[in-house]
């Protein structure tokens, strides 16, 4: 039902799209016509800047599926909650998700994409220890708006940076970029299920906050610019 409310959505949005690309076009080829050739820089790739987008993106995928995944068995075996009250916690994050991408959208605009990105994570970090290691349920409420926020409001940052890496392959850099973010921390998920087995399920959760602050970390090691072809 959702996915054919979504495409009558996109079959009444497709023909304003165009028009606007139609637009951008228009503009573009202007702005080609006022200028040379020779005063247009070519468009390279940076597959070197690309590799670190694709660890900060493994780290970020690593961090939201485990979160998915872990979080309700968190709330109801360590912090001896309902199931329901468990399980309201992922319905909370993916409500304040959609508010959170549309606000990380704005912001970047305004504040650049790295910025974000980089706030965005760092942010992650206390807001994820504090849930994790406060042992209440109510601090896991309370640090539910803000991990989403953090967590999600850079989505459309990395992939907008991975376009600009790779500026000759915009199209395999935007695939690249979201199918790695979609599908890499399912991947990782069950070497996470089968540490929370060892180790108890507070031991993943804390693993967890780890592998936010080396996600933080490694944002901070993304190039301002392409610096390679």
């Known amino acids: 039902i959702t996915a054919i409310c979504m495409s009558i959505l996109l079959l009444i949005a ?4 165009r028009r ?6 228009r503009a573009v080829a202007a702005k ?3 200028g040379t050739a ?19 993106i493994l780290f970020r995928s690593t961090v939201f599926t485990g979160l998915s995944s872990f979080l309700p068995l968190f709330c109801i075996q360590a912090l001896g909650t309902s199931e329901a009250i468990g399980s309201m916690t992922l319905s909370i994050i993916s409500i304040a998700g959609v508010a959170a991408t549309l606000f990380g959208g704005w912001f970047a605009d305004r504040h650049g994409y790295r910025k974000t990105l980089r706030l965005g ?6 807001f994820l220890a504090i849930a994790v290691f406060s042992h209440s349920i109510y601090a896991v409420y309370a640090m539910l708006l803000p991990m989403s926020f953090a967590m999600l409001a850079p989505y459309s940052s990395f992939v907008v940076i991975g376009q600009e ?3 000759k392959n915009i199209g395999f850099a935007s695939g690249v970029t979201l199918g790695i973010s979609m599908s890499i921390g399912g991947i ?3 070497a996470l299920g089968h540490y929370a087995d060892t180790y108890g399920i507070a031991a993943v959760m804390a693993l967890l906050v780890l592998i ?9 090691l993304l190039p301002a610019k392409k610096t390679t072809t």
């Open 14 to 17: 497709a023909p304003h799209l």
């Open 32 to 34: 080609s016509d006022a």
């Open 165 to 167: 890496y790779l500026a």
């Open 121 to 126: 994570s760092v942010l992650l970090v206390p």
């Open 38 to 56: 020779a005063d247009r820089p070519a468009a390279t790739n940076d597959w070197h800047a690309f590799g670190r987008l694709f660890l900060v």
């Open 188 to 190: 990782i998920a069950p």
């Open 212 to 220: 936010a602050a080396i996600y933080a970390a490694a944002t901070f």
């Open 20 to 25: 606007a690309i139609e637009r951008n076009n």
